[in-house]
């Protein structure tokens, strides 16, 4: 990596000739593809899109959501704004642990491609233009429900929980978890049963969709200083409780379909779940070593597909079902 340290010379004592050769580079190769494709990392889109698409399966079993379509565009966008915002706020706190992270050196901070300052300027625009847009679109209750996710995941759980507790991603869960019920919020402006339950699954869903990540990266969180399960109690400990946290959402993820009589997502669910609890089993039982860190990294991208179906089934039985 190359270093951005500004030297001093016998010309230029105080290396101010050097600072502005370093601006002057990187405004030469500024390239608008390269940027753009950084704001968007920065934001964590990807991890943002998630966000979003829970919050509009949230907006769709709401009752009378087409009536209030308006409400519903403007909770989405809403949300992605502030998700953004709160991913921006996660890298500001983080460019020296990222760079000691194989899957994050890359990052626009880590790397210096933008600065420290010029990320505050961007994370305060997404938050502004989130706040105006669900201020002004939704209602207050799915305003401070937005402002709390941010705040939780960009300063509490970045700041506090993730540096000083091996429980960070359970707890730090929470503000991931927040955005079905947002959407619920966004069209009626009150709080329900379903909704709870669709947050407590995401709740639930996290520490057994994270943690064989961070089997897999436990090296680097070593490296990095980083208190995750696996560095702390152990890999033995970490799939044990992969397991239950796994067995623990294959539970939650079938309430729903008591609460609606929804069969379709029942029996998806149901099937879905215990492919899940499968994964874990067989993690547990692996030996350590590469095919056990492989699988790890495959329980995790799986993890992912689980929950997008769990609400895909959701709509389907929506639709279907009425």
């Given amino acids: 990596m190359k270093s951005h ?17 370093t601006e002057a580079a990187r405004h030469q190769n500024f390239r608008p593809g390269l940027f753009l494709h950084d704001l968007w990392v920065l934001a964590k889109a990807r991890v943002v899109s998630l966000l979003v698409f829970t919050a509009a399966v949230g907006e769709i079993l709401a009752p009378n959501a087409l009536i209030h379509w308006q409400s519903a565009l403007a909770g ?27 899957r994050t050196l890359h990052r626009p901070l880590a ?20 706040i105006a ?12 429900l937005t402002l709390a996710g941010t705040v939780g995941y960009g300063v509490v759980y970045t700041l506090y929980l993730k540096p000083s507790t091996p429980w960070n991603i359970v707890w730090g869960g929470l503000a991931g978890a927040l955005p079905p019920l947002i959407g619920w919020t966004a069209i009626t ?34 490296k990095a200083c980083i ?17 239950n ?42 030996p350590e070593g590469q095919e056990m860190d492989q699988y790890a ?17 959701l709509i389907l039985g929506k639709l279907l079902l009425g």
């Avoid at 340290?5 to 050769?21: E, H």
């Avoid at 210096?112 to 233009?129: D, E, F, H, N, P």
């Avoid at 709870?196 to 057994?208: D, E, K």
């Avoid at 990294?297 to 089934?313: G, H, Q, V």
Wanted: glycine share 10%.
């Fill in 76 to 102: 989405l966008f809403g949300i992605a704004l502030a998700g953004g915002a709160g991913g921006v706020l996660n890298q500001i706190v983080e460019p020296d642990l990222d760079q000691h992270m194989r």
């Fill in 297 to 313: 990294r495959s329980m995790f991208a799986y993890s992912i597909s689980y929950l997008f179906l769990l609400y895909t089934a």
């Fill in 111 to 130: 790397e210096g491609r933008i600065s420290r300052r010029g990320a505050i300027v961007y994370a305060a625009l997404l938050m502004t233009a989130a």
């Fill in 189 to 222: 402006g009150s709080i329900a049963a379903l909704p709870v339950v669709l947050v407590l699954l995401v709740f639930v869903w996290t520490p057994a969709h994270f943690w064989p990540l961070a089997i897999n990266c436990r090296r680097d969180y070593a």
């Fill in 245 to 286: 946290y796994a067995i623990l959402t294959w539970v939650v993820s079938m309430i729903p379909a008591f609460l609606t009589g929804d069969w379709i997502y029942g029996g998806i669910a149901w099937l879905s779940g215990a492919w899940f609890v499968g994964m874990a089993l067989r993690l547990k039982a692996l």
């Fill in 133 to 144: 847009i669900l201020a002004w679109g939704t209602n207050p209750l799915t305003l401070i």
């Fill in 227 to 243: 208190p995750m399960l696996p560095c702390t109690h152990g890999i033995d400990r970490t799939r044990k409780e992969v397991l």
């Fill in 5 to 21: 340290v500004i030297t001093a010379t016998p010309s230029d004592p105080d290396g101010l000739l050097s600072a502005a050769g």
